[in-house]
């Protein structure tokens, strides 16, 4: 019996499967599902049913301010031929691109300095909460704080006159894209800098003391081991920054003094004014935008692979 037994198992003979599972064994599989269950919920009530109701609501018919429950394209044909739907996107995506770049490079050369040239970790900690302190306020207060600053009669303005750098103040510092990529950087400098600084912080000081006794320059290690490992951190700063800018209207409203606009103020304004169909087809546009720039990142960087390793 003994030596049946045994090919009964290496067989898979049914009279093998019908043994009797342990007890609590499929507790112990629905566990998981118990765990995620509430979190699936919110997401379900909170994000997935608004956002299909938008999808739904972009294909509604509007007469004057009357919403006509029905399946029609036409918001769809205004958005894709409006020239200046299109001007609206390019101000946008060109605002995403050039505050990432900005802020890119601010959060690696910071997170780079806390991680490999301050060697107290209590001085790194100390400093990196000094990054955090502008958050301490409202962002609406940060933002309105360039205004006396950059303006005519300003604080940076006056300097620059009393240094003799130049003789009138400068124009295009307030109330212009040059306004609204400031306070951008300023705003969301943070959420590059976090993902940036906790990837760096998990390299192994042995391999980049292993190149430096190789011979390999400050350089060459940045480019060929910081960068590389730390690219998970980049990957999330830059979901994060280029997902921030997409969706921000009042920014662009206030710092550029209304000479300036971009997808997301005009919806501002068509939700103001009563258009609620073409504003829902605008948002799922953007939607599908940014899906494309974050899917684009993610084919890039493997983040959950990379998180897990």
């Known amino acids: 019996m003994g030596t049946g037994g045994a090919i009964l198992r290496l067989a898979g003979h049914p009279l093998q499967a019908m043994r009797p599972q342990p ?30 109701l938008v999808v739904v609501v972009s294909f509604f018919d509007l007469d004057k301010f009357d919403i006509i429950p ?47 040239h301050v060697r107290s970790v209590l001085v790194q900690m100390a400093l990196f909460l000094l990054c955090t302190v502008p958050f301490w306020t409202s962002n609406v207060i940060r933002m309105i704080s360039w205004i006396p600053f950059l303006g005519r009669h300003g604080l940076f303005n006056q300097s620059l006159i009393a240094v003799g750098i130049t003789d009138h103040p400068l124009e295009f510092l307030l109330f212009s894209n040059f306004s609204v990529v400031i306070a951008y950087v300023h705003l969301f400098s ?41 690219k998970t951190g ?3 700063g830059s979901i994060f920054v280029i997902a921030l800018v997409m969706g921000d209207f009042f920014v662009v409203k206030i710092m550029s003094g209304g000479q300036s606009s971009s997808v997301v103020a005009a919806m501002s304004n068509e939700i103001a004014i009563l258009q609620y169909p073409p504003a829902a087809a605008n948002a799922v546009c953007l939607l599908i935008i940014v899906m494309l720039m974050v899917a684009a990142i993610m084919r890039l960087v493997d983040v959950r692979r990379e998180l897990s390793g």
């Not at 007890?23 to 994000?47: D, E, K, M, N």
């Not at 399946?71 to 050039?98: H, P, Q």
């Open 23 to 52: 007890l609590g064994t499929s507790r112990v599989t629905r566990t998981p599902y118990l765990l995620v269950a509430p979190l699936t919920v919110v997401l379900i009530v909170f994000f997935g049913i608004p956002l299909v």
């Open 234 to 236: 980049i990957a999330l």
């Open 70 to 116: 029905t399946f029609v394209l036409t918001n769809y044909a205004e958005v894709f031929g409006s020239s200046l739907t299109y001007a609206l996107y390019a101000k946008t995506i060109t605002y995403a691109l050039i505050v990432w770049a900005i802020t890119l490079v601010i959060g690696f050369t910071v997170s780079y300095f806390l991680v490999f």
């Open 190 to 230: 943070l959420f590059m800098i976090v993902p940036i600084f906790n990837s760096m912080a998990r390299i192994d000081r042995a391999v980049i003391e292993a190149a430096v006794d190789g011979g390999a320059s400050r350089a060459r290690v940045i480019t060929e081991i910081v960068i590389p490992l730390s």
